[in-house]
């Protein structure tokens, strides 16, 4: 079974970047779909971003022209950088990967904090 591991959480200013990280324990990018979703203080998980194996990206309208998913196939990697954070992206942000068929099961990175405040 394929293990996420996730970087680069932590506190940022409103307006501010960061760029979180999700190494796979093994290559999954030729069938599985990765990405991220968040939970703030509160309130539901949601999905944030995805890449397909394919490259399509799809991204929540909160995040849209603020975010860009990608990922480094040589280093296992798929990041996320987010761009003029604010104080509504706080929250724990959890990598995921599944197979792309319907019902597959998801799998988890342990999760990473992001706070936006001053």
């Known amino acids: 079974q394929v293990q996420l591991v996730e970087s680069g959480g932590g506190l940022v200013q409103p307006g501010g970047s960061l760029r979180l990280s999700c190494t796979a324990s093994?290559?999954?990018?030729?069938?599985?779909?990765m990405g991220w979703y968040r939970q703030a203080p509160g309130k539901e998980r949601e999905l944030v971003a995805r890449?397909?194996?394919?490259?399509?990206?799809n991204y929540a309208d909160s995040v849209k022209d603020r975010a860009t998913i990608s990922r480094d196939i040589a280093k296992i990697t798929v990041f996320l950088q987010m761009n003029s954070l604010k104080p509504e992206d706080t929250g724990v942000y959890y990598c995921?990967?599944?197979?792309?068929?319907?019902?597959?099961?998801?799998?988890w990175g342990q999760g990473t904090q992001v706070t936006v405040s001053s």
């Open positions: 995921f990967t599944r197979f792309q068929i319907d019902g597959s099961p998801i799998t």
């Open positions: 093994r290559n999954i990018f030729s069938f599985n779909i």
């Open positions: 890449i397909f194996s394919n490259s399509t990206t």
